[in-house]
């Protein structure tokens, strides 16, 4: 059986369980109220995060734009989405199992490597749709409501302003990156998968290893910094690097830039390589794996 067989019959389980389209109707419930509250109430939410900067400037424009709720969205809801990935890719082995498929299924003419590798191929169509999904509704909805004006960024310590023609290509690489986090969470719970025989298993774990690894990157501690460069949820955030625009020696900004590209890229390094690690992890368990359901 060819991988691409594999992947279309996969890809044909997922979408034909009613649970996949949770996720996608989840998404669009939280955004759309996210949406309605800000249209409802979003100019005094604005006056008041805006007011020290209102003290000492005149603020012009519409400052409630898509942009800035796109951006609003997006650290609201990346938090909760390696859940709704975790509720497919953590079912990919151990649904199989749990209905005793798994198998009947290594009785067909493939290999153990092309089954794993083509099921993680379908998981991870499904987390790139479920991304694209939410940047329709968080980017493409929120421009067609509010409207699109240059961008502000409220920090702690400074606002930063992004002119409108320098931001849709810096959503496109956020989603990019982002799409890159969520595909290490599938990847991690499609690995979580092989050694359970029912998908609560993996989607719990999942989520305790990113609650836990999420509580270290919080503690400033020595012993936990020295390992926090290598966990994946310290990268995860790395999207909100392509927001950071350089500032020259006159105080401008200059259009196109990113302020720390190299920590940007190494974050993307490290999620794709971890991305790779369990995925090869996960061939090599199969292949050793007594399937006895």
């Known amino acids: 059986m060819r991988l691409i067989s594999i992947v279309y019959i996969e890809l044909y389980k997922i979408f034909r369980k009613p649970r996949t389209y949770i996720s996608f109707g989840a ?9 309605l509250g800000f249209y409802a109430d979003g100019e005094s939410y604005m006056k ?19 942009y800035l709720m796109a951006f609003i969205i997006l650290q609201t809801l990346l938090v909760h989405v390696p859940l709704l990935i975790a509720l497919v890719a953590g079912d990919m082995i151990s649904g199989e199992a749990n209905q005793g498929t798994l198998r009947l299924l290594l009785t067909k003419p493939v ?3 092309n089954l794993i590798i083509g099921k993680f191929i379908a998981s991870s169509i499904y987390t790139i749709v479920l991304l694209f ?15 699109a004006d240059d961008m502000l960024i409220m920090k702690s310590d400074m606002v930063t302003q ?27 719970s499609f690995f979580l998968s092989l050694f359970a025989e029912n998908s609560i298993g993996p989607i719990m774990a999942t989520m305790s290893i990113i609650i836990v690894f999420t509580i270290l990157n919080t503690l400033d501690l020595p012993i936990f910094n020295m390992v926090k460069p290598y966990l994946f949820t310290s990268h995860m955030l790395g999207w909100k690097g392509f927001f950071d625009v350089t500032i020259n020696e006159n105080n401008e900004q200059i259009i ?13 390094g490290v999620l794709f390589l971890h991305v790779i690690g369990f995925l090869f992890a996960s061939i090599l368990v199969f292949r050793r794996k007594d399937i006895l359901s």
Do not use: C, H, K
């Not at 008041?48 to 898509?66: R, W």
């Not at 999904?133 to 409207?147: D, E, H, Q, R, T």
């Not at 992004?162 to 595909?183: E, N, T």
């Open 162 to 188: 992004i002119l409108a023609s320098d931001v849709m290509w810096r959503y496109v690489a956020a989603f990019g990156f982002a799409a890159l986090a969520m595909l290490t969470v599938s990847a991690l």
């Open 133 to 147: 999904w939410m940047a329709v509704w968080a980017l493409a909805i929120s421009i067609f409501i509010f409207g």
């Open 111 to 113: 290999s153990r490597a």
């Open 256 to 268: 196109g830039s990113i302020e720390n590209l190299p920590a940007v890229l190494l974050s993307a």
């Open 48 to 66: 008041f995060g805006m007011q020290s900067l209102s003290d000492s400037f005149d603020v012009n424009g519409n400052i409630m734009n898509g």
């Open 27 to 35: 998404i669009a419930a939280i955004v759309g109220l996210i949406q």
